[in-house]
């Protein structure tokens, strides 16, 4: 599977983005979805995941609240709808693929297939 990021950009603190992650080459349908993010300097972090049939959806504590994560097997494509975004949400944004939600999860933020990041960069 090959994944591309887009839709980062600068946006003012409080205000929103949307994500998307198109899949190639297969179909993603099967596949457990989510974005990570790497702030300069540090490492890359889990931020949303959503399971291969859409039912279950997971957040990281700092995004839960502001950010939705969502997916269109139709399309291939997979968003993360991002609210009253906060400087400290800039970051380089990754979309990865996976047979589950848990390795993702992982501290090790585990995943079989990964995109591009797309940056996104709140200004406050």
């Known amino acids: 599977v090959q994944l591309q990021a887009s839709g980062g950009g600068l946006v003012q603190a409080g205000g929103s983005l949307r994500l998307s992650c198109a899949a190639s080459g297969r179909t993603v349908r099967g596949y457990a979805m989510g974005w990570f993010r790497q702030a300069l300097g540090k490492e890359r972090v889990f931020v949303a995941a959503?399971?291969?049939?859409?039912?279950?959806?997971y957040y990281a504590n700092s995004v839960k609240g502001r950010f939705a994560i969502s997916r269109d097997d139709v399309k291939n494509t997979m968003y993360l709808q991002m609210n009253n975004l906060k400087a400290e949400d800039t970051a380089l944004y990754y979309c990865?693929?996976?047979?589950?939600?848990?390795?993702?999860?992982?501290?090790?933020?585990?995943?079989?297939?990964w995109g591009q990041g797309t940056l996104v960069t709140v200004s406050s």
């Open positions: 990865a693929a996976d047979t589950s939600t848990y390795r993702m999860r992982l501290p090790t933020a585990f995943a079989d297939f």
């Open positions: 959503i399971d291969s049939r859409g039912d279950r959806t």
